[in-house]
């Protein structure tokens, strides 16, 4: 099996940076890109996961378009992303529940993308959480959740697939991929506060394999990656009832930076490979 991917993330000013020593790029290792003349949306690129996994594509060779509603935060990583030599990125700014402005900002992304054969790779990421207990809970709170978590996701595959499928057929590498990132949460139900959470993640994992059957021999892959606890704005903001990424651990929990790495391994496999789905714990965790 060939080695994962390596790549350095970049940082936006203020952000920090999990110890570790500095892992070189493909290209910085005199290595051939895979990703090299291809272009991915990330949605939720403004921060956490999303952010991670831009850097990390762009890192690898890709074209990235940022897509979310924070554009100052979009603009910083852009701007870090194309400072690094063949880095490219570009933003479009839009919210995920807005199916006119993913379509817009979608078919935007694909006409520049770089052989003109629009989009090569969709990452699904933009997400929100809300738990706690069903009773007592506001109907409206559970409709906002299920309006990014899967109606995000629906809106952003529908707008990308043509443009998916003719990557497939047309770019080199004779894949195309379609990644969602969802959560540990989308295999087993991890507790009574989690309700409706759970099963937005399990709706997305249903239509992901769904998708994987319909679109296998098209040569789009189809892969979903399931973290268990992230550092990141929902799991270190203090909500009730939230997964909390707070507490100090022995071996500490997962950054985004990870999560971002198991994207870039999946994407990158041997097109007669598919990786269809990953979860990715921290050590310690154990539920």
Same mark, same amino acid.
């Given at each position: ?5 390596? *790549? ?12 570790? $020593? ?55 990583? $852009? ?28 078919? $935007? ?21 809300? *738990? ?9 709170? *559970? ?6 978590? /899967? ?11 043509? @443009? ?14 379609? /990644? ?21 993640? @399990? ?16 040569? /789009?892959? /189809? ?17 009730? @009832? ?31 490979? $598919? ?13």
């Amino acid at each position: 099996m060939r080695p994962a991917p390596r *790549w350095q993330p970049v940082l936006a000013a203020g952000a920090s940076r999990s110890a570790g $020593a500095r892992r070189p790029t493909r290209s910085e290792r005199g290595d051939p890109s895979v990703l090299k003349d291809t272009t991915a949306v990330v949605t939720g690129a403004s921060s956490g996961i999303g952010a991670a996994v831009a850097e990390a594509l762009a890192a690898e060779g890709a074209s990235v378009a940022l897509l979310a509603r924070r554009r100052d935060r979009l603009n910083g990583l $852009a701007e870090a992303i194309n400072a690094r030599d063949g880095g490219r990125a570009e933003v479009y700014e839009a919210d995920v529940t807005d199916p006119d402005a993913v379509r817009a900002a979608v078919d $935007a992304a694909a006409g520049r993308g770089g052989d003109s054969n629009g989009i090569d790779i969709l990452v699904n990421n933009a997400g929100s959480g809300t *738990w706690g207990p069903a009773l007592g809970a506001e109907l409206d709170d *559970w409709h906002a959740t299920v309006d990014v978590n /899967v109606g995000g996701v629906l809106n952003a595959t529908h707008a990308a697939l043509p @443009h998916l499928a003719r990557a497939a057929d047309a770019a080199p590498r004779g894949v195309a991929d379609l /990644v969602t990132v969802s959560s540990l949460a989308g295999r087993r139900v991890p507790g009574p506060d989690s309700n409706v959470y759970a099963a937005t993640k @399990h709706a997305v994992g249903a239509f992901s394999e769904a998708l994987r059957q319909e679109l296998a021999e098209r040569h /789009v892959r /189809v892969g979903v990656v399931e973290p268990g606890i992230v550092v990141t704005e929902l799991t270190t903001a203090g909500r009730p @009832h939230a997964p909390d990424a707070t507490r100090p651990t022995g071996y500490g929990l997962l950054q985004p930076e990870d999560v971002a790495a198991a994207v870039v391994f999946m994407v990158t496999r041997p097109r007669h490979v $598919a990786l269809n789905e990953m979860l990715v714990r921290p050590t310690e965790q154990t539920c």
